[in-house]
């Protein structure tokens, strides 16, 4: 059935430094792929997110690339900030709109 | 605040009663979702509606649950006959699929089956 594997499930950076997530599918015809960030207490927001027909976006310090090939998904974010830490989770869907299948989550933790 | 809006935040009760939640999505937003969250896990999908109609239901979704979104606006989500392995956070999301289809997510009503 559809999967979608997420690592790491936990991340420890420090304030300034990178991190990335990584996320694998399974249903090769997924076409949409979104990231969302889930702070304690709240629903999880979206922060971006990308279609098949494209291989990398960018939105100021967060960008996401794609490899359909591989049915592979990343998500980097640059100079992190303290108020970045949250859990972040992939999905992916057969199309906008569709159902989601989320990943199981990476709790990124950013130290000041 | 015009996001999606859920109630109760909070609901404690009882194995074996029934419990209700609803789910108010972004005005104009055609598609609503229902989505299950566990501790330590991702978001699992229950069912979603366009407008009235309900499209789809995870095989998740036992007899025991029930959706219904009968005007096209606000959404229901029943449990019956609660078992403590119901305990969990649901989730509702909304989307128009005129503007694009992404989802927004409420702030989930939390469950707690004693």
């Known amino acids: 059935g559809e999967n979608v594997e997420q690592h790491p499930s936990t991340l420890s950076v420090q304030e300034g430094d990178s991190a990335v997530i990584k996320c694998t599918y399974s249903?090769?015809?997924?076409?949409?792929f979104p990231w969302y960030k889930q702070e304690l207490g709240k629903g999880p927001q979206l922060i971006i997110d990308?279609?098949?027909?494209?291989g990398e976006k960018k939105d100021q310090r967060i960008a996401v690339t794609l490899n359909k090939t591989a049915k592979h998904f990343s998500l980097h974010i640059t100079e992190t900030q303290p108020e970045d830490s949250a859990v972040y989770f992939c999905?992916?869907?057969?199309?906008?709109?569709?159902?989601?299948?989320f990943g199981q989550g990476t709790e990124l933790s950013v130290k000041p | 605040d015009t996001g999606v809006s859920q109630d109760p935040r909070h609901k404690i009760t009882k194995r074996g009663q029934n419990v209700t939640f609803r789910c108010d999505p972004i005005?104009?937003?055609?598609?609503l979702y229902w989505y299950r969250q566990t501790l330590g896990q991702g978001p699992e999908f229950l069912t979603y509606?366009?407008?009235?109609?309900?499209?789809?239901k995870s095989r998740l979704l036992s007899d025991r649950f029930s959706a219904e979104r009968p005007k096209g606006s606000f959404s229901t989500l029943e449990i019956q006959r609660t078992e403590q392995g119901d305990s969990a956070m649901y989730l509702c999301?909304?989307?128009?699929?005129?503007?694009?289809?992404?989802?927004?997510f409420g702030p989930g009503t939390r469950l707690t089956v004693l």
């Open positions: 249903d090769s015809a997924s076409n949409y």
């Open positions: 509606f366009q407008n009235e109609a309900q499209l789809e």
């Open positions: 999905a992916a869907s057969i199309y906008q709109g569709g159902k989601l299948i």
């Open positions: 005005s104009e937003h055609n598609r």
């Open positions: 999301a909304s989307s128009s699929l005129d503007r694009g289809g992404e989802q927004f």
């Open positions: 990308i279609r098949s027909n494209v």
